[in-house]
Structures are given as C-alpha cells and as structure tokens.
C-alpha cells in the first residue's frame, strides 16, 4: 500500500520565486527479514526457513506494507522443509538484522501441522546490538501469546532501534518434546521510493535551468 504525497518546493532565483508541485511516495510500514538465525537448541529442520519466505502463500520484498501482507499470507502445513521445530519446546532463537534498524512489530506464521499443539503458545522478544542473550540486552520488547494455524499473525510494540531481536519460546500448545513455527519477519520504519527522489532532483534541475534562462535574459538587456 503506498501513501502519496505532494511536496512543493520554492525554487528562488534572482529575486524572482518558482513553485513547481512533484510527487512523491513512501512505503508504509515496510518490511524487514532478518538475514541470520541462531539458536543453542536441537533443532528439526533449518532455522533458515524462518526467514527465507518458504512456505509462504506470497512473497515480499522491503518496500510491501509490513501490516496487510501479514494479516493476509498463510503459510503451508508446517514441515522440516519449509518451517522449523526446537528442541526441546522452550527456548532462544537471535535473528540478526545486519546492522540497526528502527522496528516496531514482529510478525510470525505459527506452527500449524499435521500434529497439533506444537505451535508457539507465550513468547517474550529482546532487542540487542549483539547476538548474546547472557551479556545483557537494550529491553524487552513485550511478551506475547500467539495463536495456533496458518494465518500470519503482528505483535507490536514502541519503536526500538536494534541490530538483533531474541525470540524467547516460553511454551507451545502442549506438544511434548519441541516447538514448531514457519516463519517470521520484522515492521521497520518507511522506505522513500524512487520517485521521491526522482521527483526532488527533476525539481532541482528544473530551477537551475530557471536561473540560468533569467541570467541569459538578464545580460542581454545589459548589452542592449
């Protein structure tokens, strides 16, 4: 979902003022997927599931509106080839962002498999600027109780500036012996769109060809 805007810019050359209206358009609430995942728990299937899109009903990239793509994509029967299971069923898992980013939500596909009951029940997330739970972290972020099946699913929370998000696992539906989610993907602050950009420099170049036309205008009335 994109939001557009007008902006107008005042371009002022030689005592003379040029308004020229551009558009512009920004992504809300934009998306953001962890680039790594670790965890000291076995684990049945790759964790890298939990952040590659797998399994999804469609896909997303950084500019797609982070609230209705997770309310509106369901994930397939959870399985090791396109989810994962910890064990045993409480349990860390650090996602890694590559640098810090501003996030505000947490969105997850729970575990919905053949077997029920494995899926994350109460949850508790921690931003951090490094990938170690033990040394300390920036604050708890919230904890949360999520539901059951294959509907994408948001948890929000005041806007943290972080590099690193633990994923506590505090219990699951009561499934004996391990935890099973699909995936999980992150709300960040708005992405400016080619056009912003595009739109701020053709309006630039615009007032400078403005200027220099009432310059040339200028010396020829002085040579006159």
Not at 39 to 63: K, V
Not at 99 to 111: H, R, T, V
Not at 125 to 143: E, V
Not at 161 to 183: K, P
């Amino acid at each position: 979902m994109f939001t557009n805007s007008i902006k107008r810019i005042s371009l002022i050359a030689s005592g003379a003022i040029f308004t020229t209206v551009i558009g512009s358009q920004t992504a809300d609430a934009a998306m953001i997927s962890p680039i790594s995942a670790s965890t000291s728990n076995t684990t049945d299937g790759s964790l890298t599931n939990t952040i590659n899109q797998t399994g999804l009903s469609a896909t997303y990239n950084p500019t797609t509106d982070f609230d209705s793509f997770v309310t509106s994509t369901t994930h397939a029967l959870t399985t090791p080839d396109n989810s994962v299971g910890i064990l045993p069923a409480t349990g860390i898992v650090t996602y890694g962002f590559g640098g810090a980013f501003n996030i505000s939500a947490f969105g997850l596909w729970n575990g919905n498999g053949a077997v029920a009951n494995f899926g994350i029940e109460e949850f508790s997330l921690f931003a951090d600027n490094d990938n170690n739970l033990d040394n300390g972290t920036l604050g708890q972020l919230g904890n949360f109780i999520a539901t059951q099946g294959p509907l994408g699913q948001t948890f929000n929370f005041t806007a943290t500036s972080a590099s690193f998000v633990h994923l506590q696992v505090i219990d699951n539906y009561g499934g004996v012996g391990g935890t099973i989610f699909g995936e999980v993907a992150f709300k960040t602050a708005e992405v400016p769109e080619p056009l912003t950009i595009l739109g701020t420099a053709t309006a630039l170049g615009f007032g400078a060809l403005f200027k220099k036309k009432l310059s040339n205008r200028n010396e020829l009335k002085q040579e006159s």
